[in-house]
């Protein structure tokens, strides 16, 4: 084989190859722009309690360390859930959570959020944990009221009813309808 008919071969072998992460990168941001929608649409169907609503006018979505969804959380910050836009914060710590409304817990810091959770963490705060990266799903973790779970191909949701509404949220039929309900006492 000769320089002149390899040259094509490599071409396509080295556009391939540079097409690759690009093609993943795009699957990762559908993946992400799906998990905010269901953040957003989720967060419609809950009412959390008077005293936790002390902006009348924003609800602050929290991501737990770093923001797991990139570029994708944009696409929802600043949407209106009952009358109030929604606004971002990355916290470090629970401690750092008394503003926050909901928490997006990563896959990846799911241990670390659960020991902060373990000492009875009970405030109106609605916990989403991503878990859509094939962590064991049906069962409850500590401090997680809704868990976005690997449907097949597609994502789904859990609830730890029992726990919701141990904290004063409230999650409407419709919402419960969609998800699969998970039992915890803690």
């Known amino acids: 084989m000769n320089l002149r008919s390899l040259v094509p071969a490599l071409v396509l072998l080295f556009a391939s190859c540079l097409g690759a992460p ?3 990168d795009q699957v990762s941001d559908r993946a992400n722009r799906v998990k905010a929608a269901f953040i957003l649409n ?3 169907f809950v009412s959390w309690p008077a005293t936790a609503l002390q902006q009348p006018d924003n609800l602050t979505l929290c991501t737990y360390r770093f923001n797991s969804l ?3 959380l944009n696409t929802i910050t600043a949407e209106q859930i009952s009358g109030r836009h929604l606004l971002s914060l990355n916290i470090k710590h629970l401690d750092q959570s008394g503003n926050c409304h909901i928490l997006l817990v990563p896959t990846s810091e799911l241990e670390a959020f659960k020991r902060q959770a373990e000492p009875g ?3 109106p705060l609605l916990t989403i944990a991503d878990m859509t990266d094939g962590q064991p ?5 500590t401090g997680v009221l809704v868990a976005l779970v690997r449907k097949g191909k597609g994502i ?3 609830i ?3 726990q919701a509404t141990k ?3 409230r999650m409407r039929s419709e919402l419960l309808k969609l998800a699969h309900i998970v039992e915890a006492d803690s």
């Open 137 to 141: 799903s049906g069962q409850p973790q």
């Open 167 to 169: 904290v004063g949220l």
């Open 121 to 123: 963490f009970a405030q």
């Open 70 to 72: 990139g570029t994708a």
């Open 22 to 24: 690009a093609l993943a």
């Open 160 to 162: 730890n009813l029992k």
């Open 156 to 158: 789904g949701f859990e």
């Open 42 to 44: 989720i967060a419609k």
